[in-house]
């Protein structure tokens, strides 16, 4: 394998919007429920998608006005939902850079909330090429969105692995043609990428 491709959110940088909502609800069942039923994935992919991250809200919220102000807390407190680098992942990009292989990222983020954890992450801005959901108006496991980076850079499929803590956007990358590998950890992953990297 050539390039290795990184997800963002849990595999270089903790996405952690329970630890907010915990504080919120202060019990655990209703943060799950709340992020299963009503903040659930799919409402989260549409601003991931780069709808207004605003008229999204309001709309949930029209929906669920019980849980208005809650929802407007993924707005308002997104930035302490973001808990830090993913341990030994920083290293690990180290690591590869040094040994002259090309990484990527492909990530399913709003462009409306991006560069600014950019910024304050110093592991994100260790990725110099990738491509960002909100800003292509397709989210992954789309496999538009794959080829918008494989062509983006000039890459083959098949010379890429491809990294993601989410199994389904791991499977779609497989069906491109990549080796895909589910996200556990820095030290299971630096042990997998020994076999796989050449």
Known sequence: MKNVIFDFGNV??????????????????????????VADTEWRLRIDAGEDQDACIADLQSRYPDYAEAIALYRDRWRE?????????????????????????LTNWSMETFPEARKRFAILQMIDHYVVSGAEGLVKPDPRLFQVLLERYGLKAGECVFVDDNRDNVEAAVEMGMRGMVFRGAEELRKELKQMVQ
């Open 12 to 37: 270089l940088v903790k996405w952690e919007p329970e630890r907010v909502y915990g504080a919120y609800f202060g019990d655990e069942a209703k943060v799950w429920w709340f992020l299963r039923h």
């Open 81 to 105: 939902m973001l808990t830090g680098e993913v341990p030994g992942m920083r290293a690990l990009l180290c690591d590869l850079k040094t040994a002259g292989v090309p990484i990527y990222g």
